[in-house]
T-cell receptor, first 113, second 112 residues
């Protein structure tokens, strides 16, 4: 099963509302990252939170990390139609001598104008 | 797209033919990655490079090989394409292995 799994898999909200996406993972991590992908484009890095951090902000984005529950949440406040995209969490871990970023399957956010 | 280009952007090829995808960066980043993205599977790592001529396998490396002869170029080769390799392929770069990655625009490959 996936190291990182986003929940819900799809979310549809109205412009101006807040959107919350969750990510659960299974093993100890170095950091956790969130990425956005607009349709037909490459992923874009949004924010990184280290394992010793609990909360981080960037503009309208707020990320929390609970290492005891192995979960993270991404909150987008005052959503806009332009926030419509797929969002991925990625866990950074050291495993078997290698260092790698493992991506979840992603979740689709639709913001209706 | 952070100084990363991929070529070609679209390719249709027949089963059994060799295919090479190119990733080119102008950021002088040490680490380069090839991923494939498929519905229901998310993003999966094929191969990565941690320096010139230094490469390693990812989780779905069977049927793929890579080469990196220069810092700026990372090639992905399908020696004999199969229909299961129909996918969107993304190249990514990073300065450090566990930190933010910057993605190229992707290559849509169809194997008929």
């Amino acid at each position: 099963s996936q190291q990182g799994e986003e929940d819900p898999q799809a979310l549809s909200i109205q412009e101006g509302e807040n959107a919350t996406m969750n990510c659960s993972y299974k093993t100890s991590i170095n950091n956790l990252q969130w990425y956005r992908q607009n349709s037909g484009r490459g992923l874009v890095h949004l924010i990184l939170i280290r394992s010793n951090e609990r909360e981080k902000h960037s503009g309208r984005l707020r990320v929390t990390l609970d290492t005891s529950k192995k979960s993270s949440s991404l909150l987008i406040t005052a959503s806009r139609a332009a926030d419509t995209a797929s969002y991925f969490c990625a866990t950074a871990l050291r495993q078997g001598g290698s260092e790698k970023l493992v991506f979840g399957k992603g979740m689709k956010l639709t913001v209706n104008p | 797209d952070a100084g990363i280009t991929q070529s070609p952007r679209h390719k249709v090829t027949e089963t059994g033919t060799p295919v090479t995808l190119r990733c080119h960066q102008t950021e002088n980043h040490r680490y380069m990655y090839w991923y494939r993205q498929d519905p229901g599977h998310g993003l999966r790592l094929i191969h990565y490079s941690y320096g010139v001529k230094d490469t390693d396998k990812g989780e779905v490396s069977d049927g793929y090989s890579v080469s990196r002869s220069k810092t700026e170029d990372f090639l992905l080769t399908l020696e004999s394409a199969t229909s299961s390799q129909t996918s969107v392929y993304f190249c990514a770069i990073s300065g450090l292995p566990l930190y933010e990655q910057y993605f190229g625009p992707g290559t849509r490959l169809t194997v008929t």
